[in-house]
């Protein structure tokens, strides 16, 4: 069963469904679609007319001022639509390129609003490729049905006016256009859902795998480590073999193209011959005259170049219209995971409890964490402990609801937090953790996460200087408002990991949340000055609800319980003078780690 439902909208619906957005963003592009529909049509038959006329003055003696008036009456209207072509033209561009990001925006909002846990799974990041790809350029999906819907539908008005004359002579000779110009429909739809299918769907995991690479290359957080390990050669040679893999599959779509071409340009001779064949019949019986005949052959050009270039932007239209779906089917993927849940009775003693939890990732038979029955009560504070990969940071993710538990349900006060709605249910977290990340904001928005408007800077800086970064701030001339990193700002400030941990707790203390979460916030941390943070953040939670994770142990002598994980199950719980007598796992590894707490000890880490 698939995650992500592939969307088969038709063309018409995806038209609208476009369109709707322009209305609400550009509307005047709707009217510039009206536009060039006349303004296209006028221009490619009033010199036509222009040069029939002009013969018939010179042939049939046709009175100067009749011709005049003419004359100056079609050169006028030609003016206008020449006019109305620069506007639509002018006005498109702008319009275009400014919807197409409205629509990424729209996407990135439901995306960002996605299940967590999806992140991690490979046919729903594929999916979100497969999406981007309908906004990345300006004449593909969104912004390609744009513009190409005014192509089409100027081109379709104009081929009605080309059949209303032509009519006049014979309908056989329209027929013949249509057919020749369905035929060379046929090669070039052959030829778009090739080139769709070999450069889009076919290749979205390769497409990932090279944005990643390029990603890193360009990363200066692994600056340090391409360098020392020369790792250079291997990232160059990965991004060259995708890159060709991709080139490849481009060259046998331009084959197809390039077939498609040779056929078409056989049709075109073909239909031009019987054309001018037909149009020398009608002369030769006298029921066509010279000025007409100039008309009739520029009806048939017109014909038939705006019908295969109506049938060319059709293909167009369905290739962008098929991206669309791609864009709609994530979008809808999207919507379908924003459940709106209960709301939460605000200022209780919130109390949670993990009811029999067991939880495997994606793709795996193996459990993170199995059969977990554990509670935790109002203003407890709570030490999770165990050794990398004993379950720990799932445990948090369980607990936070970015993922769902496998089997088993997480109550709060009673109720299952699959029901609540999950940004209320956010509001009661305030989570640091070990690989927090500094935004290229400014310090103070690096706190509050907040725009400028809604930053309170005298509280953010308050809760900067309780953290622990009050002389550093002094430091710096611009203080709250000093910009983060140097991706944006020359001036920006890059912080230590140690001051990185510190500004994350200043968010969390900002935030102001029931439940504050410690998840290893300080293993890059030496083991004695471990134990003093942790005695800092401590005093800083007061009487809130905290959970400390840790496969290190200077978290747990100030708690009410530890629970010690191992192999994705709760091995022991109780307090630390319970879980010392019973001199199982944990009161081992306490006595193991105890001497990395003594003053004296800066240079040690505790590997278990």
Request: proline fraction near 1%.
């Amino acid at each position: 069963m698939k995650i992500v439902k592939e969307k088969k909208y038709h063309l018409i619906n995806n038209i609208f469904y476009v369109y709707k957005g322009v209305a609400k963003h550009k509307p005047y592009l709707i009217g510039l679609l009206l536009l060039s529909i006349l303004c296209t049509a006028g221009s490619k038959f009033i010199w036509l007319f222009l040069g029939k006329y002009m013969i018939e003055y010179i042939s049939r003696g046709m009175a100067i001022n009749e011709l005049i008036k003419i004359v100056i009456t079609l050169t006028f209207s030609n003016i206008i639509c020449m006019i109305g072509q620069n506007a639509v033209n002018f006005g498109k561009e702008p319009a275009a390129f400014y919807v197409r990001p409205m629509f990424m925006l729209k996407r990135n909002i439901k995306h960002i609003g996605m299940f967590y846990e999806n992140l991690e799974i490979r046919e729903v990041l594929d999916a979100v490729e497969k999406s981007r790809d309908s906004t990345r350029n300006t004449d593909v999906g969104i912004e390609g049905i744009i513009r190409y819907t005014l192509d089409f539908c100027s081109s379709i008005f104009t081929c009605i006016v080309a059949v209303v004359i032509l009519c006049k002579i014979s309908v056989y000779m329209v027929l013949v256009v249509i057919g020749f110009g369905i035929l060379a429909y046929f090669s070039i739809d052959k030829a778009a859902k090739r080139e769709k299918f070999l450069t889009n769907d076919s290749v979205a995991f390769e497409k990932r795998k090279l944005d990643y690479f390029k990603k890193i290359s360009n990363d200066f957080a692994y600056g340090k480590d391409i360098r020392l390990h020369q790792v250079a050669d291997k990232l160059t040679y990965t991004q060259k073999k995708l890159q060709l893999g991709l080139h490849e599959n481009v060259c046998k779509a331009r084959m197809q193209w390039l077939k498609s071409g040779i056929f078409t340009n056989v049709l075109d001779l073909l239909r031009e011959g019987i054309m001018y064949l037909g149009l020398v019949y009608f002369i030769l019986n006298k029921s066509l005259g010279i000025g007409d005949f100039m008309l009739y052959v520029g009806c048939v050009h017109n014909l038939a170049e705006t019908f295969q270039n109506l049938m060319r932007t059709f293909t167009k239209l369905r290739k962008c219209s098929a991206e669309v779906n791609d864009y709609r089917s994530l979008n809808e993927f999207c919507d379908e995971q924003q459940e709106h849940g209960n709301g939460l009775e605000a200022n209780c003693e919130y109390v949670f409890c993990f009811d029999h939890v067991s939880f495997q990732y994606p793709g795996t038979d193996i459990y993170a964490l199995k059969d977990l029955s554990l509670t935790i009560s109002w203003k407890e504070k709570l030490a999770i402990v165990g050794l990398n990969g004993a379950g720990k940071t799932t445990f948090v993710k369980l607990l936070l609801k970015l993922y769902k538990p496998s089997s088993g349900k997480i109550y709060l006060n009673g109720i299952d937090i699959q029901t609540i709605n999950t940004k209320m249910y956010y509001e009661l977290f305030a989570p640091v953790f070990q690989d927090m990340e500094c935004f290229a904001f400014s310090l103070a928005e690096n706190v509050s996460m907040r725009t400028e408007e809604k930053t309170d800077k005298s509280f953010a800086e308050d809760c900067l200087r309780r953290s622990g970064l009050g002389e550093k701030l002094d430091t710096w001339p611009k203080k709250i408002d000093t910009p983060m990193l140097k991706i944006l700002y020359d001036d920006g400030i890059i912080l230590s990991g140690g001051e990185i941990q510190k500004m994350a707790l200043a968010r969390a203390l900002y935030k102001n949340a029931s439940v504050v979460i410690f998840d290893e916030p300080t293993a890059a941390l030496d083991a004695m000055a471990e134990s003093k943070m942790y005695e800092q953040f401590d005093t800083l939670v007061g009487g809130k609800s905290a959970v400390y994770i840790s496969h290190r142990l200077a978290s747990t002598r100030f708690c009410d319980h530890i629970a010690m994980f191992e192999n994705g199950h709760m091995v022991e719980y109780g307090t630390h003078d319970e879980l010392m007598k019973e001199k199982g796992k944990y009161a081992q590894m306490y006595e193991m780690q105890s001497q990395y707490y003594k003053e004296g000890r800066t240079d040690e880490d505790v590997v278990c």
